[in-house]
């Protein structure tokens, strides 16, 4: 297929979405946010009765998903005939340089998520982890710190990347080789056919936007509670309660300021609002991590990346399968093991599939012309690597420090979002108090950039989406409305739940997707197999050598920046 004709509004309001697509997904969203924010007490119960019923059944399904793709991703970079296609036409080059490439895919490695959990991530493991609780090693000791490096790295691992990796070959694959509409329905399409420019393919993609909206605002939620946290240490008070904790006024401060910069930088355009951000996080991310590089625990640093790395690779295999099954009795080895499954790989791979649409568009941008080899060990290796680097010489800085620096507590009692900065202030306050503030104020700005980056990325994905692959209407209503959205998802959930609802809900969101996310790979296999088969047939595989066909989403793929 090089066509599907998905059915988009002539004019009016709409002119350019797809208001099968666009509308319902507001709707969803709006009766999410009015329901958290006017009936908190009853939307949390609900949510967290789905959340235990999904835990339940389908904790199993969410870690063989997420092993499944990894397993397609090794298949693919392996396959000889596969591996050299070109997710673009036969014979055309990268748009990128493979350094500028590989700095994008470090761009997209480093996030809100690496401030929040690379330091308070392997001080988490390194309390307890399933090697702790069924008393192989010691919580907080020496012996476990290898521990905590192996599943640190599982969670931020090659299985992310490979959810990401997914949807960015799919979405890459059928736009740039096929010329259909740069949306999620077009993978499916080995599968369904013409089926999707109707009912279905509505569905899929209102599960994308939905599943995306919820991604993002996990994201943002971990990101105003370190934004405020970070703004408290830089001395602006009034913004956290008695217990230390961000208050209502607090959380509603931060997302005016962050989404509001966001929706300027979406209304301002892709080319000047992201890249003048993004140009700003890659410079701070090297001054901060340089800082932990050089001035943290140097080597015991190295020692974590690379023992780590190792205790990782070894037990990939297993991990990936493996499915805790509690016994229902609470406090048994059985029920606890279960019950950290549920709170750790579970949550992680919902919302890596979740924040699959957002970062695989971004993915499949930056990575037409590539071969489908490099696009996959691109995709899974740098930006695992860069994570690595990350959680190896800060969280291991922390627990250096708790180990043998006489830090006694005062960075594994900080709250996780702020134990990034009690890491630093005890690092550097004893030498100057107001080197301690310049690096607490740095955080606090490159936590700010990734988190107007993340919004205004996020927005920009979800109006392609609702355009049916159309990276062109911008109108200003649409973007506002959004903007607003996300906004008020955050809001309305931290405020009646904390992150514990933001994370409840999706959870449940991401189940859908993962769905249709397995579907994709699927497809993938299918179709790549096909072009193999035509390949070796002399029979055209690209849409530029079929009659007749049009390519309707290669503009679309231009585009999208």
């Not at 996020?458 to 609702?466: E, F, R, S």
Request: aromatic residues 14%; negative net charge.
């Amino acid at each position: 297929m090089t066509e599907l004709d998905i059915n988009t509004a002539d004019g009016g309001f709409y002119n350019g979405f797809s208001v099968a697509v666009a509308v319902p997904a507001k709707i969803i969203i709006s009766i999410l946010v009015v329901w958290a924010i006017f009936w908190p007490i009853s939307s949390g119960l609900v949510l967290n009765g789905f959340n235990g019923f999904i835990l339940q059944n389908f904790a199993a399904w969410y870690i063989w998903v997420v092993a499944f793709f990894v397993l397609v991703c090794l298949i693919l970079a392996v396959w000889p005939a596969a591996g050299r296609l070109n997710l673009g036409l036969d014979g055309e080059g990268p748009e990128f340089t493979r350094f500028s490439w590989f700095s994008m895919m470090f761009g997209a490695g480093i996030g809100v998520g690496m401030l929040t959990w690379a330091v308070a991530e392997p001080v988490s493991h390194f309390a307890s982890n399933p090697e702790t609780i069924m008393g192989l090693t010691t919580g907080g000791e020496a012996d476990n710190v290898r521990m905590a490096y192996k599943w640190s790295f599982l969670h931020w691992g090659f299985s992310a990347w490979a959810c990401y990796a997914i949807c960015g070959l799919s979405l890459a694959f059928f736009s740039y080789r096929r010329g259909l509409p740069l949306t999620i329905r077009s993978g499916l399409t080995p599968l369904f056919g013409n089926a999707l420019a109707g009912t279905l393919g509505h569905i899929i993609d209102i599960v994308a936007v939905v599943a995306t909206i919820l991604g993002v605002a996990q994201t943002l939620g971990f990101g105003v509670d370190q934004f405020i946290a970070g703004l408290a240490r830089i001395g602006i008070g009034g913004l956290t309660n008695a217990e230390g904790a961000a208050s209502t006024t607090g959380i509603i401060v931060a997302l005016l300021v962050i989404m509001g910069l966001s929706t300027l930088s979406a209304l301002s355009g892709v080319g000047k609002g992201i890249k003048w951000l993004s140009n700003i996080n890659m410079a701070l991310s090297i001054v901060l991590l340089g800082f932990f590089i050089i001035f943290g625990a140097t080597w015991f640093g190295f020692n974590a990346m690379f023992v780590g790395l190792w205790d990782y690779l070894i037990a990939l295999p297993a991990m990936s399968v493996n499915v805790f099954v509690s016994d229902g009795v609470e406090g048994s080895e059985a029920f606890r093991l279960a019950q950290w499954q549920g709170w750790w790989p579970v949550f992680y791979w919902a919302w890596w599939i979740a924040f699959a649409p957002f970062v695989g568009l971004f993915l499949a941008r930056i990575s037409r012309g590539r071969t489908i080899r490099e696009f996959v060990l691109g995709a899974l290796i740098v930006p695992a690597l860069m994570c690595f680097v990350w959680f190896a010489w800060a969280g291991g800085t922390a627990i250096d420090l708790e180990l043998n620096g006489g830090a006694d507590g005062v960075i594994f009692d900080a709250a996780n979002g702020d134990k990034i900065f009690a890491m630093t202030e005890f690092m550097l306050a004893p030498i100057a108090q107001w080197l301690a503030w310049g690096m607490a104020f740095l955080i606090v700005v490159l936590l700010l950039t990734f988190l107007v980056t993340s919004a205004d990325s996020a927005v920009l994905i979800v109006n392609t989406i609702n355009a049916a692959g159309d990276e062109g209407p911008k109108a200003r209503p649409h973007i506002l409305f959004w903007g607003v959205a996300l906004a008020m998802v955050v809001a309305g959930l931290l405020i009646s739940g904390g992150t514990s609802a933001i994370q409840t809900a999706m959870v449940i969101g991401a189940l859908p997707f993962s769905i249709v996310m397995a579907l994709m790979a699927v497809a993938l296999l299918k179709a790549i197999y096909n072009d193999t088969r035509r390949q070796k047939a002399g029979v055209p595989m690209t849409h530029d050598k079929i009659e007749g066909a049009t390519g309707n989403g290669l503009s679309a793929g231009l585009a999208a920046e």
